[in-house]
């Protein structure tokens, strides 16, 4: 008898499914350089990319630091550069030793060592090692989901003249005729394929965010004192996510300073966070475990919806964290919990949250 390719499971009457956190995880510096030395001995491959996936087996399917976030370590050597690529993925790339000249669609973005930015989906890009050093870049990508979704499209050696075009808005067709109109008093409308299939734009550039100008600004907030009971962060924001709050339309890269012997207040929510340590040291809380880490140490600090915190020990600390709070704003799951005696919110949809600083 042939084997059907379906089932039915019948969930009648049946509990909701319990929830599973997965555990955080600590890289250590140590074992993030040893692999960045191999990948550095390794010779020149054709397409120019030494590239190496930071894997949590518990993130599921897919090379997975976090469930829906991909890192990976990238290596150039002096005088080298990429292939060019595209993907439908996007990307936060952010330089931790070195530095170079990536360009995107046409656009040359130089960067040092803590400069972040962005790749939009679709976009050709390339990378350039120009200096006397090594030049090593971390990457965050939504891959893994799209992985997951069995979509994720990319294209080796496109043709930058068509892309260019494309960016440029040559292919763009005029106003369509078909119009979307309503139904009810309620707000329901109906769209024809017509509009279906050509929505607005609203283009992505790619958003370079120099460390030197970031940590200026950063630094102010030590200012704000032990009382502070919120985090000393900066959004890197990209003004086309709109009220999601992104840096991408998946994620949102925050530059955070933690000066010396601050502790955060235990907090939650249902995005995944995952923190690069580049100075300082100090420790996690997570569902009630320590987790100690040290400058360059990558760390997937807050599985998603798991109760946590952080502190630092003697000396000042800087971070950069990648979270994927802008795929869940638009999808309405972002629930958030900034203290344990407030209510739940879902971002977005019903409420946020104050802090104490001064106006």
């Known amino acids: 008898m042939r084997k059907k390719d379906f089932q039915f499971v019948n969930r009648t009457g049946s509990a909701p499914k319990p929830f599973e956190l997965i555990c955080p995880v600590v890289v250590p ?45 990238s290596v150039l050597k002096p005088g080298e550069r990429t292939k060019p690529i595209r993907h439908n993925s996007s990307l936060v790339n952010f330089c931790i030793r070195g530095g170079g000249e990536t360009i995107i669609d046409g656009r040359s973005i130089r960067y040092e060592q803590y400069d972040v930015w962005n790749t939009p989906p679709w976009a050709v890009y390339e990378h ?58 309620d707000g329901a409308q109906l769209m024809p394929y017509e509009k279906l299939i050509s929505p607005d734009i609203v283009k992505h550039d790619p958003l370079h965010f120099p460390w030197k100008i970031v940590k200026r600004e950063l630094d102010k907030l030590a200012a704000l004192g032990k009382s502070y ?30 000066p010396k012997s601050i502790v955060d207040r235990p907090h939650r929510h249902s995005a995944a966070a995952i923190n690069y340590y580049f100075a300082g040291k100090g420790f996690s809380v997570v569902e009630g475990k320590e987790y100690t880490w040290k400058a360059g140490d990558l760390m997937l ?59």
Not at 48 to 53: F, T
Not at 144 to 159: A, D, G, Q, T, W
Not at 328 to 352: F, K
Request: aromatic residues 8%; glycine residues 8%.
């Open 301 to 359: 600090s807050a599985p998603g919806w798991a109760i946590h915190n952080h502190a630092s020990f003697d000396e000042d600390v800087y971070e950069l964290t990648i979270q994927d709070s802008p795929l869940n704003i638009w999808m309405g799951s972002l629930l958030w919990q900034e203290s344990l005696d407030q209510p739940i919110e879902s971002l977005g949809m019903t409420g946020g949250f104050t802090t104490n600083r001064p106006v």
């Open 128 to 185: 350039r090692n120009d200096n006397n050093e090594l030049q090593v870049r971390l990457t965050y990508s939504n891959s893994v989901l799209l992985e997951k979704m069995k979509v994720h499209i990319v294209e080796e050696n496109p043709r930058i003249s068509d892309a260019a075009e494309k960016s440029n808005g040559e292919h763009a067709l005029g106003q369509n005729p078909f119009g979307t109109f309503p139904i009810s008093d």
């Open 229 to 258: 009971v919120g985090r000393r962060l900066y959004l890197l924001y990209n003004p086309r996510t709109g009220h999601t709050n992104g840096t991408t339309n998946n994620f949102f890269a925050t530059m955070c300073v933690r």
């Open 29 to 73: 510096k140590e074992a993030i350089e040893a692999e960045i030395e191999r990948l550095a001995s390794l010779p020149a491959p054709a397409n120019g990319r030494r590239v190496s996936c930071v894997v949590n087996p518990a993130a599921g399917e897919g090379d997975a630091f976090a469930p829906g976030i991909a890192v990976s370590i």
